[in-house]
C-alpha cells in the first residue's frame, strides 16, 4: 500500500526512549510551528470524515460517494425532533470495501455500510458492554489486517482502553486496559502498532498486546492532554498531547499533536 503525506512548512522532531528490544532513530530536529497538522490515512483513495457525514473521494480530490447525516439510523444519529446528534472522528475500510464509522465525540457507535454506502448495522456505543463497560469516546477505529481474519481496533478513550472486535461487531479481546495515557489514534506495519496517547505518550506494541517501546513520555503537569503548550515549553524528546499518528512504508513513526501552534514529532526506524 502506497503511502502518501501531508506536506507541512517545518516540524519539530523530538528524541527516542529505547524499548526493549526495538529501537527508533531520532530525526534531527528543525524548530517551528505547523499549521493545522492532520494524520491522513490513505490508500488509493480515501475516506474523509466530517460532523454528521462521510465523503470518499478520488486522489484528484473528486468525491465519488458521500454517506450524509440522514444515511445514518435516526435511532442513533438524531434527536427526538430531527436535528443531527452524530460527532463522527473516524473511518476505515476493509478489505470488501465496508465502510466502518465511529461517532467518538458523541454517543460512540460504530457504523458499518457496504462499498455503496449502504447501511448495515450499527454496534458498540453505551449499551454494548466490554468488561461491563459501554464504549465511551471511542477516539478511532481502524481495521486491523495483521490478523486472519481481519479485526477491529477500537481506541476507546473515555475509558483508557483499548481493544478489538472482529468485523461484525462482535468477539471483544481487550488489548489492554491499564497503565494507558487515553489512546488516540494508531497505525499499524508489518506485525507492529504504534499509538498516540493523548495523556503524553507514544507507544509502539506487537500484535501478542505487549508494548515493546514507550516515546516521548510527558509527566509535566498541565502539558498534556491539552492544545495549549506553547512552542517555547516545547521539549526535544517530550511529547504534549498525541492525537494523530502513522508508520510510512520504512517503519518511520510520525506522530501530531493537539496544539494550536501546530507541531509534528518524527522517530526514524534504526
Not at 489486517?145 to 476507546?156: E, G
Request: hydrophobic share 40%.
Amino acid at each position: 500500500m502506497p503511502t502518501r503525506a501531508v506536506e507541512v512548512v517545518s516540524v519539530r522532531v523530538a528524541v527516542l526512549t529505547d524499548g526493549p528490544d526495538l529501537a527508533w532513530h531520532p530525526d534531527p530536529v528543525a524548530d517551528g510551528a505547523v499549521t493545522a497538522p492532520l494524520a491522513i490515512p490513505m490508500a488509493g483513495s480515501t475516506c474523509w470524515v466530517a460532523e454528521g457525514w462521510t465523503a470518499q473521494p478520488h486522489e484528484d480530490g473528486t468525491i465519488v460517494m458521500e454517506i450524509k447525516a440522514d444515511d445514518f439510523p435516526a435511532a442513533q444519529g438524531k434527536t427526538k425532533d430531527g436535528k443531527n446528534t452524530l460527532k463522527l472522528t473516524s473511518c476505515d475500510v476493509a478489505a470488501n470495501g465496508d465502510i466502518y464509522i465511529v461517532d467518538g465525540y458523541g454517543k460512540s457507535w460504530i457504523f458499518q455500510f457496504d462499498k455503496a454506502g449502504k447501511f448495515k448495522q450499527v454496534f458498540g456505543g453505551p449499551t454494548q458492554k466490554v468488561a461491563e463497560k459501554g464504549f465511551a469516546n471511542t477516539h478511532k477505529v481502524f481495521v486491523d489486517n495483521r490478523f486472519a481474519p481481519a479485526r477491529l481496533l477500537c481506541l476507546d478513550r473515555g475509558n483508557n482502553r483499548m481493544f478489538h472486535v472482529d468485523l461484525d461487531g462482535t468477539n471483544p479481546r481487550m488489548i489492554a486496559d491499564k497503565g494507558l495515557r487515553n489512546p488516540s489514534s494508531a497505525s499499524f506495519h508489518g506485525e507492529l502498532m504504534c499509538v498516540a496517547e493523548i495523556a503524553g505518550r507514544v507507544s509502539v506494541w506487537n500484535k501478542e498486546g505487549q508494548m515493546v517501546a514507550a516515546l516521548g513520555a510527558n509527566d509535566t503537569k498541565g502539558q498534556t492532554n491539552t492544545p495549549k503548550v506553547a512552542p517555547a515549553d516545547w521539549r526535544e524528546g517530550v511529547v504534549t498531547s498525541p492525537h494523530g499518528i502513522t508508520f510510512d512504508n520504512a517503519g518511520n513513526i510520525l506522530e501530531t499533536e493537539w496544539n494550536i501552534f501546530g507541531r509534528v514529532l518524527r522517530w526514524n526506524r534504526q
